[in-house]
């Protein structure tokens, strides 16, 4: 399984993550962004499955 970012404004997509066969999106979805490490960019979940309340960050 792969999650991937997307840039709207570019219709660029980044490199797809891979999440690790014993886990899923949900607990993939921080790393991920935490590899892109973008200063000063908002990222919105793209669907429901990445809405948890703890992936949110203050």
Do not use: H, W
């Amino acid at each position: 399984m792969l999650v991937t970012a997307y840039i709207v404004e570019r219709g660029l997509i980044l490199e797809p993550y891979e999440v690790d066969s014993k886990t899923n999106e949900i607990t993939a979805i921080p790393a991920f962004i935490e590899q892109m490490a973008l200063p000063a960019v908002l990222c919105s979940p793209g669907d429901a499955i990445s809405t948890q309340k703890k992936l949110l960050r203050p």
